[in-house]
């Protein structure tokens, strides 16, 4: 069985040094699923940039994203990094359970942002024009949509990577639902 340890600082490229120190410096960490990609020369360093690419969604609208999409590719270890990062930018523990849940009945725009992404989540992008429609309706873009499903993509790329390397989750654990 292939097994996926975490690697220290020394046992990475040199270049993945440097982005293990840039994280801890801003994170105080370098969270176990980013280190696990620095198993390779290049993952981490375009998994960051793709990360880190410019959007008009709010941080709290990315968490809201990635709550959902986590959820619906069953990836505990983003359902809890997201509760916590989802809290630090304005959500509430009881929100970030409902936004997994598949709504945010507690604001009728993220709502729309919650069920356009979890539908473009579960069927890979065949979102139905009612829901786009409802997404546009609600008061975000036509290019917000087309973001949204490089934020979706994003997302599903690192639930992959835990789901593949079962890493062990490094932040208080999200309630299960």
Known sequence: MTNF??????????????????????????????AVMAL??????????????????????????NLVVSQVNECYYCQSAHTLLGTMNGLTEEQTIEIRKGNASFDSKLNALVVLA???????????TATI???????????????????VAEKTAMNYVHAITKVEIDFPLAKAI
């Open 5 to 34: 340890n975490v690697p220290s600082r020394g046992e990475v490229s040199a270049n993945n040094q440097e982005i293990f120190d840039n994280l801890k410096k801003g994170l105080g960490m370098v969270p176990n699923l980013y």
């Open 40 to 65: 390779s020369d290049t993952a981490l360093g375009n998994y960051l940039a793709f990360q880190n690419a410019k959007t008009t969604f709010s941080n709290k609208e990315k968490q809201v994203i």
């Open 118 to 128: 979890k539908e473009i989540t579960t069927t890979k992008g065949f979102a139905s």
């Open 133 to 151: 429609d409802a997404f546009v309706d609600a008061g975000y873009t036509k290019g917000q949509v087309i973001e949204l499903v490089f934020l």
